[in-house]
């Protein structure tokens, strides 16, 4: 399976982004999903997370209320939307997957992702 991200570029503080995750190879539908972003000089972050069916998602504390992820199982897609965007959300955002139908917060299952989108947020 191979992931593609899309949907990163310059925008605005406070304007709201979308960004999309597809797969070729083995279809997505199967798998949980999560959107992780690393800034500059900084390490990666893991931002959300949604399970196989959409059902249940995660989000850290510290982007809790202005990210939201969901999927789309028919178009082999996985969305996050960023809302009230701010400078410190400046960072190349990749969309992964631990093979695996539920939500794995263990960082270290990851091993498939994608290429990154880089998102620039100018204030």
């Known amino acids: 399976i191979q992931l593609v991200e899309s949907g990163g570029g310059l925008v605005k503080a406070g304007d709201s982004l979308r960004l999309s995750c597809t797969s070729s190879?083995?279809?997505?539908?199967?798998?949980?999903v999560a959107w992780f972003r690393q800034a500059p000089g900084k390490e990666r972050e893991f931002v959300a997370a949604?399970?196989?069916?959409?059902?249940?998602?995660y989000y850290p504390d510290s982007v809790k209320g202005r990210f939201t992820i969901s999927r789309d199982n028919v178009k082999n897609t996985a969305t996050l939307q960023i809302h009230s965007l701010k400078s410190e959300d400046t960072a190349v955002y990749f969309c992964?997957?631990?093979?695996?139908?539920?939500?794995?917060?263990?960082?270290?299952?990851?091993?498939?992702w994608g290429q990154g989108t880089r998102v620039t947020v100018s204030s």
């Open positions: 992964a997957t631990p093979e695996d139908h539920e939500i794995v917060l263990d960082t270290t299952r990851y091993e498939i």
């Open positions: 190879g083995r279809a997505l539908s199967a798998y949980s």
């Open positions: 949604i399970s196989w069916t959409g059902r249940d998602t």
